[in-house]
């Protein structure tokens, strides 16, 4: 993985950018705090690495063949940072709290992934990657692998 794939972090760049990706995760995040799943959304709460303060962002879950993932499509975020410290967090729907472990995927595990995420969440992720669709071939998954931070997640035992 070369430094550029590993650092790779897609922010948008325009205030009116990032205004609407704020009142869009602002929207989500609102609905899933109050019960309401938007295509598999949750709230992901996981202490922050420097602070211990929890911290919280909307996210995709993907089941896939039996296994749930968490993907970023935004490559390096805050909360991928978080959670690779952390080794887990919480899963928040409503009053529903599943606290979880986490493992990062190596890159040769996740061209099915993506390929399952983009299938399920192209028209909201897709700008993320740079034109690549579920269609690509694995060649071209793989390639791109860096830069999308992949964890599987298990339910934490109580």
């Given at each position: 993985m070369s430094g550029t794939e590993a650092s790779r972090y897609v922010m948008p760049t325009s205030p009116m950018g990032r205004r609407v990706n704020g009142m869009f995760n602002s929207a989500v995040a609102t609905l899933t705090k109050r019960g309401v799943s938007v295509w598999g959304s949750r709230v992901l709460y996981v202490r922050g690495r420097k602070t211990g303060e929890w911290r919280s962002n909307p996210v995709n879950v993907l089941t896939y063949q039996g296994h749930r993932y968490l993907v970023a499509p935004r490559g390096q975020t805050q909360w991928v940072r978080n959670l690779r410290?952390?080794?887990?967090?919480?899963?928040?729907?409503?009053?529903?709290?599943?606290r979880f472990t986490a493992t990062e995927l190596t890159d040769e595990r996740k061209p099915a992934i993506l390929r399952a995420y983009l299938k399920r969440w192209k028209m909201e992720v897709g700008v993320f990657f740079d034109g690549v669709g579920a269609d690509a071939p694995d060649a071209?998954?793989?390639?791109?692998?860096?830069?999308?931070?992949?964890f599987l997640i298990t339910e934490a035992a109580a």
């Open positions: 410290v952390a080794d887990g967090g919480e899963l928040r729907v409503g009053g529903k709290v599943e071209k998954l793989l390639e791109i692998a860096p830069g999308y931070p992949v």
